[in-house]
């Protein structure tokens, strides 16, 4: 083996590092991102589930006032 040839290995032996190194960096950021979204998204589905039950009230409470609203038409005539 001659000297440029161990050049060369030692050349893509940092090519192989640092591609390794990419790697993994982009894999660790991959991981941070989706934990990210993945606690967005729960905070998404608890404000739905909030949002869900007022609106179930409100539903009930449109249901009692145009009941009232009957009766008092009808007390009315």
Known sequence: MTARDA??????????????????????SSIWWAADLSARVRAI???QARQQS??????????????IRQTLDRKGR
């Open 45 to 47: 589905e608890i404000e």
């Open 54 to 67: 007022a609106m179930e009230r409100l539903a009930a409470i449109e249901t009692d006032v145009r009941w």
């Open 7 to 28: 050049s060369c290995w030692m050349i893509e032996r940092r090519w192989g590092l640092a591609l390794i190194f990419a790697i993994l960096l982009q894999a660790a």
